[in-house]
């Protein structure tokens, strides 16, 4: 019978059509453990891929072949098109490429890979083989790690570690700043540097204590800094456990309580004595008082101190002979190629989302064929293998088509239907090419002896069928080479054996992993693979594949089934002196579903169980640190659960395990709807704020954010009780009222006894006449009581500059120096000359208190001068780092101020070697105004090195440019 030609299939006609790498090639690929796929080299579209690879990234394989390279990457600036196309230029080139790279998911949570890139052919075509390694948790233990270490480092508090001999393993900034060590000066030395001889027996009782196990908490004691000095310090010791139990050193943290303890000592001093002064003499108070305010000044010193292709699937099927359709879980049509759709005379119909009894109400003709079609889904599903047999469908025009059809099942990980594979190849051409071979030899077995000539010809159509075998022959050839290469690339040891045990392919890796060459090992038989790595013949994990019935299980560490697949751990102390091997089997099978062989991967994760060993050992180290912290540290949840609490968060609230941080901390059974540790995972910034427990104590609360080891959000919570700190504070405060209360009263009425005494004073002047002589009598009271109301009058500008927030304005500084030189030239000073030469455009930021400055530096030039004596004052522009200032030079001829005192008379009541013992508290006012005002005062020689030719002192002050007239205040006045 001689068939029409389809005009559908014409176009495909004598197409050879040959897979990859066949039914081998797609079980080695799928068994590999690292996500691999090929992508062209021209966009980076990816062409194929294996299970791996769709199941790190989220996506069926289907839905990853429509994806570039940029789409599975992160989308930040160094993980864009841009720099993957560069490295996959680099590997089309030639060059093999291996990197780290940050992918995203079908998701869109954000993953880290190691890559490794070689060009390859595929298909004909040149390609680009990618390897992709999920690092996730690495990165994620040693992001942990750096936080962890972090919050150490961060501790105002020294934190060090040491053995049990007492030798020193780490030391913190803390501990640096605290003991005067730098960490490279002092690990690896005895702790005993620190320790005064008078304390060294309680090293051993220290040691004695932790080596039992014991914890030692707030130890207040004594040691030993770097330059000899001797400080207070409260200690908590931990000991230090390895994965046994076992102790093996000891965490110390130290808290410098130096200033503390001298602070609570002055306090109660400075009390009792202003007790007994008030009931004494008000004189006393007074000095009692002004020592208060610089008690109170060192203690707030103190206290400061302690302060993160559709398209082109479907062009690429269509492009295909064959009939190919994929279908859902349910049966249901999601893609198919025009082949397909045009056999069923479905061009135009939308096909999608519709099972094949539904498509058949649109091609009623083949109903019989929908309904055989869907009846063999359901065996494939059944029988969860591949099946590979023949279909014939009857045409409208009475003929039958013959199909080779070939079914895959795909199953989700917990083995309920994904979809299904239906590649349909129209072989009646061949099926009828074969029924006429089978008829003409039959002929010619009849003919054989009259009809050579028709011997000939079929001799040459069955040479043609050789020709053809041998060019598909070949073709499969350079699969299996293509497939070689492949596995030769993988990063991983690798050796595939046959149904005999047979080794047929041991890649470059094992290679170096067994330092047995492949040319040596391929052929082999009888277990010869084991030999490299146990010193002897026995079963491997792939026996155990092949020969279920194997004894091999209990030589591993672990043996994990997984369908067909077998994964293991095992320890071969024979390998390389020790090695830690992850090995992967999975059995070959052929098209018909037979097992032809097996495939075993394994790895070298000796670094990787050591760094596992070394994180949970530093991760335990790191917890017993927390638990020894004298502050509570817990881990809270955006769903408000507590995932991790310290030693001191339990002792003082409970065991948090299965409650909520509202019910542990707060007593309530709802959380509030303002909570600043919430807002931390909204904002992603770390927050600080005071929280009083029920129990009265008062703790100063940190919030970072955190993230667990899956990525999830945490919040980090550090609490420090500073409920003593406070009630500290208080007393201070309370202290500094009554002195500025005691101060205030008696400023004002010795203030108002002096204008009383100097109105009676200057009465008698005037009234009494007195003989030159007799004079001083009362001048030199009159002036002592003046000297004593510009002392109070000092006193409350010094508090004022202090304590208060004095309003500031803008202030023409050269109209302010002329006026009050003027003011000296008006009151005709006897031997005294100043001389200023005025400056414009000279503003600042300061109030009526900066007279003050310029006029006690006046004063004291001619207080100290015991000759006619000459000032210059000079104001200019001074530029330094971008910024203007303006520098006021007052310069006298006077005795001079020598070095070693240059910086002591600026001072709080220094009194030096002079003529006239003032007060010592007017540069003091002096130093304490500039600085308020921003700016600095200092004094040196007028004549540089030439003490006696007089002094020069200096303030600097912040310049304003571009004031008009209107703003300068004359607050001056």
């Keep these: ?50 299970d791996a690879a769709c199941k790190m990234f989220g996506y069926t394989r289907d839905e990853l072949l429509k994806h570039t390279v940029e789409e599975l990457s992160s989308g930040e600036p160094s993980y864009g098109q841009e720099s993957a196309m560069s490295l996959i230029l680099k590997a089309a080139a030639g060059e093999p490429q291996f990197f780290e790279w940050n992918f995203k998911r079908k998701t869109g949570e954000t993953f880290w890979g190691e890559v490794n890139l070689k060009r390859i052919i595929f298909e004909g075509q040149d390609s680009v083989l990618a390897i992709v390694r999920d690092i996730s948790e690495r990165k994620a233990a040693e992001k942990v790690k750096s936080l962890l270490a972090t919050i150490v480092e961060s501790s105002h508090d020294a934190i060090l570690s040491k053995t049990l001999d007492g030798i020193v393993t780490s030391w913190n900034l803390g501990a640096e700043r605290i003991y005067g060590f ?146 859902d879980g349910e049966g249901r049509w999601i893609e198919s190629n025009k082949s397909d759709l045009e056999f069923f005379g479905l061009e135009g119909v939308d096909y999608k989302g519709k099972t094949d009894l539904e498509l058949a109400k649109h091609s009623p003709f083949y109903l019989d064929a929908f309904i055989r079609c869907y009846e063999s889904d359901e065996k494939t599903w059944e029988t969860g293998t591949t099946i590979h047999g023949e279909e014939m469908i009857p045409q409208p025009d009475g003929s039958v088509d013959v199909f080779d059809v070939i079914k895959v099942p795909l199953f989700h990980p917990d083995g309920s239907r994904r979809g299904l594979v239906v590649i349909g190849r129209d072989i009646t051409e061949r099926v009828e090419a074969e029924k006429a071979l089978l008829k003409a030899r039959d002929e010619l077995e ?19 069928e050789i020709k053809e075998r041998k060019r598909i ?47 040596s090992m391929l052929g082999k038989g009888e277990y010869e693979y084991s030999i490299p790595f146990y010193g002897e013949r026995r079963p491997k994990l792939i026996d155990l594949v092949l020969n279920p019935d194997i004894s091999v299980e209990e030589k591993y560490d672990y043996v ?21 091997i992850w090995a992967k089997a999975t059995p070959l099978y052929d098209s018909h579903g037979n097992v032809i062989g097996a495939i075993e991967t394994i790895r070298d994760i000796t670094e990787y169980k050591r760094a596992e060993q070394a994180v949970e050992a530093e991760s335990k180290r790191l917890f017993s640190l927390l638990d020894s912290l004298p502050a509570f540290v817990y881990l809270q949840g955006p769903d408000h659960t507590i995932k991790f609490a310290n030693k001191y968060f339990i002792d003082n609230f409970g065991e948090p395990a299965g409650k909520f941080c509202f019910q542990v901390l707060h007593d309530r059974e709802n959380s509030s709807k303002i909570c600043p540790t919430m807002e931390v995972f909204i904002t992603k910034e770390p927050v600080s704020w005071e929280w009083t427990s029920d129990s009265g104590k008062t703790y100063q609360i940190y919030d970072y954010p955190f993230y667990d080891l899956d990525g999830s959000p945490l919040v980090l919570e550090l609490g420090i009780d500073i409920t003593e700190r406070k009630r500290a504070e208080e007393e201070l405060r ?33 009234k009494i006449e007195l003989n030159d002589g007799d004079k001083p009598l009362i001048s030199k ?112 001829n006077g005795p001079g101020i020598p070095d070693d005192i240059k910086e002591k008379i600026f001072g709080r009541l220094y009194k030096g070697p002079c003529k006239d013992k003032g007060s010592g508290i007017g540069l003091y006012l002096v130093n304490t105004l500039v600085t308020h005002f921003g700016g600095k005062v200092w004094v040196e020689d007028r004549v540089p090195g030439k003490m006696e030719n007089g002094s020069r002192f200096v303030v600097i002050l912040p310049s304003i440019r571009n004031v008009t007239p209107v703003e300068v205040k004359a607050t001056y006045i």
Excluded at 34 to 41: D, L
Excluded at 560 to 580: M, R
């Design 1 to 50: 019978m001689v068939k029409k030609e389809n005009p559908k299939k014409s176009a495909h006609k004598g197409i050879a059509q040959v897979k990859p790498s066949g039914s081998d090639y797609r079980t080695i690929y799928d068994s590999a453990n690292e996500g691999i796929y090929i992508h062209e080299i021209s966009a980076g579209r990816i062409i194929d891929a294996n």
């Design 182 to 327: 730098k960490s490279k000066e002092i690990i690896g030395k005895h702790i005993s540097v620190i320790i005064p001889p008078s304390r060294q027996d309680e090293l051993s009782w220290i040691l004695d204590n932790i080596r039992k196990g014991n914890r030692i908490d707030d130890h207040e004691t004594i040691r030993r800094r770097k330059d000899g000095s001797i400080i207070t310090v409260s200690l908590t010791i931990a000991p230090v456990f390895d994965s046994e139990g076992k102790v093996i050193g000891l965490s110390s943290i130290a808290r410098d309580i130096t200033e503390k303890k001298k602070a609570e000592l002055e306090l109660r001093k400075t009390r009792d004595e202003l007790e007994l002064r008030v009931q004494e003499r008000t004189r006393e108070l007074a000095n009692a008082n002004k020592a208060l305010i610089a008690e109170i000044n060192d203690k707030k010193r103190a206290e400061n101190a302690l302060r993160s292709s559709e398209e082109q699937l479907r062009v690429l099927i269509n492009a295909m002979p064959d009939m190919v359709c994929f279908k």
């Design 446 to 464: 009849e003919r054989v002896v009259d009809r050579t000539s028709e011997l000939a010809e079929a001799n040459k159509v069955l040479q043609d």
């Design 473 to 519: 022959e070949e073709a499969i050839i350079n699969s299996e080479r293509q497939l070689s290469d492949i596995i030769n690339f993988l990063p991983d040891a690798t050796f595939v054996v046959d149904s005999k045990g047979r080794v047929i392919t041991w890649n470059r890796a094992i290679e170096e992993i067994t330092s047995v060459s492949s040319a």
């Design 560 to 580: 994990n089934k997984q369908n067909s697949t077998l994964v293991a751990e095992v320890f071969i102390p024979d390998l390389k002196g020790g090695t830690y």
């Design 734 to 766: 309370d202290a500094k009222m009554q002195a500025e209360l005691y101060l205030d009263l008696m400023a004002h009425d010795i203030n108002n006894m002096n204008h009383v005494a100097m109105g009676y004073l200057e009465i008698a002047n005037e």
């Design 781 to 892: 009271p009159l002036e002592m009581m003046k000297n004593s109301s510009l002392l109070i009058d000092n006193v409350r500008k010094i508090q004022r500059a202090k304590y208060s927030n004095l309003r500031t304005d803008v202030i023409d500084l050269g109209k302010m120096l002329g006026d009050i030189t003027q003011q000296y030239k008006d009151e005709s000073i006897r031997g005294v000359s100043i001389s200023y030469e005025p400056c414009c455009n000279c503003f600042v930021l300061a109030n009526e208190l900066l007279r003050d400055v310029f006029t006690n530096l006046i004063d004291n030039a001619i207080k100290h001068s015991d000759k006619h004596v000459k000032i210059n004052i000079v104001l200019e522009h001074l530029f330094e780092g971008g910024n203007e200032y303006l520098g006021v030079y007052v310069e006298d």
